[in-house]
């Protein structure tokens, strides 16, 4: 007798009619044709079986906040850390609370499984700290949240925000962060890339550094990130966010600098829907969309995964957690058309991101984790174009969210009388 047995499905890898078996919280078989019994049958029906989306890039601290105290006017980077200096001190480790758990409600009904947390340290009170670590712990059972220690006015200028930081570790959270452009000089900045990257490798801890989040071509510290990685033995535990500016650099000097990520094992994490809403705000035109080259990163073998960043807050007025929003937005704005392409952007808000973020047993095999998501789709690629509907969350083996697949009826003469968008792809697309 298994805990739960999903018939006829597809997996991430393009088999079809398989069964996966879960058992005590881990997948136990995948193969087709099983006849064991289980306390919950889910039958498929043809439509995708994958492992959580995962977020590797986000504020949760500041989620849900739209509005309060103000609306961002100029819609800029600038503004929106400015308006987050406001909302600050007005709001309470509650509101946080509060604000954190509901967006977790929210993104564990968009098939959300996994989510790094960027948490502000240039709080003298920490409150942020102190409610995201209680966020963690409340949502553990259902949604793992990995904290990055983020010192948002920058760890050099401001005055506190080192020993912030470092209590922030102490206290339990996670990760390194950095804000390196935003330190006054760009001096300032490589030098707090070297100071958080010792205190990383001194404590055993992954780095994640907002780097270079900037249309300005001469903002290079994603250079400084990558060398300190080598030189301190940290390949592989550091990912750099954003590199927007890598959109705006000359080609010859990219030429040099994607072999200097590839040599120091350091992941990309670009916010697709953020960054485009964001970058370019000074220019007339041509505009430029801010994006950092995802294909010339991906192709030379650096892990990308796509981060949201934002969802409702003083940087970004929409999102819904939707991580499909974001793998499609990044397909769009990378130009990355291909059939090969448009897969790789679903892997992108999965697998890579899982990666990046070191998550265990993570994946649709015998031995994983049976935490997994039944999508209303029938391949990766449909999964994008459509957002799919998620018709069924798991984590541990247990459904934790479920959804009615969308079939809309139909009245025209000769015509179905239903239609579910799932079956309206090409067969056999070129």
């Known amino acids: 007798m298994f805990d739960l047995i999903i018939k006829n499905a597809t997996l ?39 492992p959580p989306f995962v977020d590797p890039h986000f504020h949760m601290d500041a989620t849900l906040s739209l509005g309060t105290p103000r609306m961002n006017v ?29 967006y977790c409600d929210l993104a564990v009904s968009m098939g959300l499984g996994a989510i790094r947390s960027h948490v502000d340290t240039c709080d003298d009170e920490l409150k942020g700290v102190e409610a995201l670590l209680e966020v963690r712990d409340q949502v553990k059972d259902y949604i793992d949240l990995q904290l990055v220690a983020f010192p948002q006015d920058g760890v050099l200028r401001d005055p506190t925000a080192m020993a912030n930081t470092l209590r922030a570790l102490d206290m339990g959270v996670d990760v390194v962060g950095g804000i390196p452009h935003f330190e006054r000089t760009m001096a300032d900045g490589a030098e707090s890339v070297r100071q958080l990257c010792k205190i990383a490798a001194d404590r055993g801890l992954m780095v994640d ?31 750099g966010s954003h590199l927007t500016s890598m959109h705006s650099m000359d080609n010859y000097y990219v030429s040099k600098l994607i072999p200097l990520m590839v040599e120091a094992g350091v992941h990309a994490i670009p916010n697709p829907l953020i960054n485009i809403m964001l970058q370019g705000r000074h220019d007339t035109y041509p505009k430029r969309r801010g994006q950092t080259r995802v294909r010339e990163l991906r192709d030379a073998g650096i892990t990308v995964g796509f981060g949201s960043d934002c969802v409702m807050d003083p940087w970004y007025s929409m999102g819904t957690a939707d991580m499909l929003d ?56 449909e999964t ?14 247990k459904v934790i969210a479920r959804k009615q697949p969308s079939v809309s009826n139909l009245s025209l003469p000769g015509r179905p009388k239903s239609l579910d968008p799932a079956d309206y792809a090409p067969k056999s697309p070129s």
């Not at 929106?80 to 509650?94: C, N, T």
């Not at 300005?216 to 990130?225: A, V």
């Not at 499609?328 to 808000?349: K, Y």
């Not at 697998?351 to 999508?375: D, P, R």
């Open 74 to 102: 100029s819609g800029t980077l600038l503004e929106g850390i400015a308006l987050w200096g406001e909302l600050k001190p007005v709001q309470s480790v509650d509101d946080i609370i509060q604000r954190a758990l509901r």
């Open 209 to 239: 550094m907002h780097c270079d989040e900037s249309d300005d071509p001469h903002s290079r510290h994603i250079e400084t990130l990558a060398y300190e990685t080598q030189r301190l033995g940290l390949q592989g535990r550091v990912a």
């Open 384 to 397: 994008i174009r459509l957002r799919a509907d998620r018709l069924a969350v798991i984590r541990k083996g």
């Open 326 to 381: 974001v793998a499609f937005m990044g397909l769009h704005v990378g130009q990355l058309s291909s059939r090969e392409d448009m897969a790789w952007c679903f892997d992108a808000v999965t697998q890579n991101s899982a990666h990046i973020m070191g998550l265990g047993g993570y994946g649709v095999a015998k031995g994983c984790a049976a935490n997994l998501v039944l999508l209303q789709a029938r391949d990766k690629i």
């Open 12 to 50: 991430p890898d393009g088999r079809s009619g398989v069964d996966i078996a879960c058992q005590d919280g881990i997948i136990t078989a995948v193969e087709a044709g099983i006849t064991a019994e289980a306390t919950e049958v889910i039958d498929a029906k043809g439509y995708l079986v994958s």
